[in-house]
């Protein structure tokens, strides 16, 4: 069995890798927040529960297409070192890696990049989590307080209507 052994070249391009897919994740994910603020101002409160959900399903496509555009980048470095023979075979193998840690598709001397693109893949889809998670929440938040104040309306409707004595 041959030795293996992790290379500063390894290490650098594995940094510089990290922190592209962190800045873009970054970027991606402040702009999906003010995308779905900016909707709720513009809208004001959205009333309808389908608006509102619509609002998460957007930020989900966006979160998604920020994750693949990592994905991109990392791909997109595989084939200028030569690490995979072509865009599609390489964007294939590191959206493996970068969701379940699919590993064994790289040259031996790129080898510490699976672990790092799964770390990193870990770690941006946490986040994503995150944010998808503090938009379902308000989601939730929203449409219960929508539900409560048609409850209240509808109960303080009942309570004022007078009971007609002279019917028979």
Known sequence: ??????????ILWGGF????????HGTGMFVILRITDSLKERF???????GDLGVIVLASWLIILTNLVEVMAWAAFYVLRDAQPNHSVAFYHALLNYTTLQAGYLP????????????????????????????ARDFQDNQLRIRKRKHELKNK????????????
């Open 44 to 50: 004001g409160p959205i009333e309808s529960f389908l």
């Open 108 to 135: 031996r001397h790129w080898r510490l990049l699976e672990a790092l693109l799964g770390m990193v893949g870990l770690l941006t889809i946490a986040w994503s989590t995150g944010i998808l998670f503090m938009l």
């Open 157 to 168: 409707a009942s309570s004022t209507r007078q009971p007609d004595s002279s019917a028979p």
């Open 17 to 24: 890798l990290v922190a592209i897919t962190v800045s873009i």
């Open 1 to 10: 069995m041959d030795t293996y052994i992790i290379s500063l070249k390894e």
